[in-house]
Nanobody
Framework: VQLQACGGGLVQAGGSLRLSCATS????????MGWYRQAPGKQRELVAT???????NYVDSVKGRFFISRDGAKNNIDMQMNSLKPEDTAVYYC????????????WGRGTLVTVSS
């Protein structure tokens, strides 16, 4: 299973970016997919998740600005990021989880988002 993230880049504060994560190597649906980020010198944190039935969850700092969506048939997710702030600067990682009793987690390579002030 591979997760391929793209869409990062350099943007000015107030701007927008759209991240995408495409899955390959499996046709089995993931229970939960999402985005995490890691800023320099900080721990990786959850940004947004979406379940197989479309339920979403966001970290408070991005609520109302970031919107996660999912193409369940393809196990692909996007995240629209609006009103970006310098503190959103981080490497963003795509994440996918499968299973209930035994949970298997997959990570994609990160994509760098840099927001200039």
């Amino acid at each position: 299973v591979q997760l391929q993230a793209c869409g990062g880049g350099l943007v000015q504060a107030g701007g927008s970016l759209r991240l995408s994560c495409a899955t390959s190597g499996t046709t089995v649906n993931f229970n939960n997919m999402g985005w995490y980020r890691q800023a320099p010198g900080k721990q990786r944190e959850l940004v947004a998740t979406i379940t197989s039935d479309g339920g979403t969850n966001y970290v408070d700092s991005v609520k109302g600005r970031f919107f996660i969506s999912r193409d369940g048939a393809k196990n692909n997710i996007d995240m629209q990021m609006n009103s970006l702030k310098p503190e959103d600067t981080a490497v963003y990682y795509c994440n996918a989880r499968r299973g209930s009793v035994v949970i298997t987690t997959f990570w994609g390579r990160g994509t760098l988002v840099t927001v200039s002030s």
